[in-house]
């Protein structure tokens, strides 16, 4: 293992610049990573060596030319396999689906391409994204590079399992409900779920439609925030696919700018307790943010149980009304963690058009409130789960005298989705079993520069960035 697979995708890219290192090695070091690794962990479901390989190469030699692509040029990336790369496996984790290749890229793979960045391969995933772990009956399940008995988290848990690893310097999820946080958290990376819209999610499967227009989006995934910001700045911008898509300009707030607003935290929901390491997690985030210069309060905004009712409508019910039907007749070929979303979906009560109707309104309205609550705290801070990475199988925790449901144990996350807010997971603390917990970053929508500056501020004050054992 060279120590060059733990660099953040900033740092190689810069010294391809300054041609201390390779594209080549590069390259080279993270596919001989890859071949150690993922045996164990089972992140990466498809890798293309041979282009990788001529890929480097060309980048190699466009860099001796002194014809450099951008900012990302000869990086290795991965990319989650529900997003389309062209000539790959593009399977979201299903038998239905098995064999199915990407005839193009993505936008968001094609601007990756164009900005120099190398796609190694793509990663796991549960069937049709929806569980908070990574299994399936397509590609087998994958194993959390701190501890292998635990999740990496899902849905995008390939994807933060490969970061993690140094198998690949960064990359894309995709998150309907923490699928993005949840693994960079259970995993110690950074993740940053965008407003819907600010990165296209044309190319993905599922489809963004409907209910996963509204709260599925697609976003970067690295080992600092530093290569989110990399990764925002080359993926953002609309496309015509994206039916969420606006024009919205890139604006890096100055840093005495952002020091004058006012933060605000809450270190639980109010309903779903979070372990005590959790707790402890947010107050060093805030305290650290406070150390820097920012007003840090404590402040609970109101409507985030309203909030978590509603996600369910959306992606509980509304996700099994548009998945169930796909399986006519295929039942058989339905995973064990599909077949447990379905019977959670079954399990509350069915939306007609008038319960639709009703929860379409009072998620505007709700919205509309917690806005208005953010115009005096703009960022606010809260755990991203209310525990860290779980044992595989799973699915309730004793908390605080309560027991925490598996759904309930990522609301969380949900909130933001519901509400259509970004919001950035920072690794932060450990667990008394030294896995890794986040804190979530929020802002209001299409804020994601906000968000992100200030992530990197609360990411200088805790230090360097720390690798998993197995790595």
């Known amino acids: 293992m060279s120590e060059i697979n733990f660099l953040s995708a900033a740092a190689m890219a810069e010294q391809i610049r300054a041609k201390k290192i390779s594209p080549v090695e590069i390259v080279n070091s993270h596919l001989e990573q890859i071949e150690r690794l993922n045996p164990r962990l089972n992140a990466f479901v498809q890798l293309d060596s041979d282009a990788s390989r001529k890929a480097a190469r060309e980048a190699e030699n466009a860099s001796m030319r002194k014809q450099m692509l951008g900012s990302l040029h000869g990086?290795?990336?991965?990319?989650?396999?529900?997003?389309?790369?062209?000539?790959?496996?593009?399977?979201?984790?299903?038998?239905?689906?098995?064999?199915?290749?990407?005839?193009?890229?993505?936008?968001?793979?094609?601007?990756?391409?164009?900005?120099?960045?190398?796609?190694?391969?793509?990663?796991?995933?549960?069937?049709?994204?929806?569980?908070?772990?990574?299994?399936?009956?397509?590609?087998?399940?994958?194993?959390?590079?701190?501890?292998?008995?635990?999740?990496?988290?899902?849905?995008?848990?390939?994807?933060?399992?490969?970061?993690?690893?140094?198998?690949?310097?960064?990359?894309?999820?995709?998150?309907?409900?923490?699928?993005?946080?949840?693994?960079?958290?259970?995993?110690?990376?950074?993740?940053?779920?965008?407003?819907?819209?600010?990165?296209?999610?044309?190319?993905?499967?599922?489809?963004?439609?409907?209910?996963?227009?509204?709260?599925?989006?697609?976003?970067?995934?690295?080992?600092?925030?530093?290569?989110?910001?990399?990764?925002?700045?080359?993926?953002?911008?609309?496309?015509?696919?994206?039916?969420?898509?606006?024009?919205?300009?890139?604006?890096?707030?100055?840093?005495?700018?952002?020091?004058?607003?006012?933060?605000?935290?809450?270190?639980?929901?109010?309903?779903?307790?979070?372990?005590?390491?959790?707790?402890?997690?947010?107050?060093?985030?805030?305290?650290?943010?406070?150390?820097?210069?920012f007003n840090v309060e404590c402040f609970r905004p109101e409507g985030l149980e309203e909030a978590r009712e509603l996600w369910r409508k959306y992606f509980v019910v509304a996700g099994g009304m548009l998945l169930r039907p796909m399986f006519k007749g295929r039942e058989s070929e339905m995973s064990p963690l599909l077949k447990e979303f379905l019977r959670w979906s079954d399990a509350e009560p069915a939306l007609d058009s008038e319960a639709l109707l009703d929860a379409w309104v009072r998620r505007d309205l709700l919205r509309a409130r917690f806005c208005a609550q953010m115009q005096r705290y703009p960022i606010l801070l809260c755990p991203v789960a209310a525990i860290p990475a779980f044992r595989h199988g799973e699915r309730t925790w004793e908390i605080e005298c309560k027991k925490v449901e598996y759904l309930d144990a990522w609301s969380y996350t949900e909130f933001f989705n519901l509400l259509g807010n970004p919001g950035v997971a920072v690794p932060i603390g450990r667990s008394a079993e030294g896995l890794p917990i986040g804190v979530q970053v929020v802002g209001l929508p299409w804020q994601e520069e906000l968000v992100l500056s200030v992530a990197a501020q609360l990411e200088r004050e805790r230090g360097s960035w720390e690798k998993p054992p197995i790595g």
């Open 75 to 293: 990086v290795p990336v991965s990319i989650k396999s529900s997003i389309s790369v062209k000539g790959m496996r593009c399977e979201a984790g299903t038998r239905l689906r098995a064999g199915s290749i990407a005839e193009e890229d993505a936008p968001l793979v094609r601007r990756l391409k164009s900005a120099g960045a190398i796609v190694l391969g793509t990663t796991n995933a549960p069937e049709l994204l929806m569980a908070w772990e990574t299994d399936n009956l397509l590609n087998g399940r994958s194993n959390n590079p701190w501890d292998l008995e635990c999740t990496p988290g899902g849905s995008s848990g390939g994807e933060a399992a490969a970061i993690a690893a140094g198998m690949s310097a960064g990359g894309v999820g995709s998150d309907g409900g923490g699928s993005i946080r949840v693994p960079a958290h259970f995993c110690g990376i950074c993740g940053l779920k965008p407003t819907p819209g600010r990165i296209p999610s044309t190319g993905h499967f599922p489809v963004s439609a409907g209910p996963f227009a509204l709260i599925g989006v697609v976003g970067p995934m690295a080992r600092t925030v530093a290569d989110l910001k990399v990764l925002f700045d080359v993926m953002q911008g609309p496309d015509v696919g994206d039916t969420w898509a606006a024009p919205v300009p890139v604006r890096w707030p100055p840093e005495h700018e952002i020091k004058k607003l006012n933060l605000g935290y809450f270190e639980d929901d109010g309903r779903t307790p979070v372990t005590p390491e959790t707790r402890e997690a947010v107050r060093t985030a805030a305290q650290a943010l406070r150390d820097a210069g």
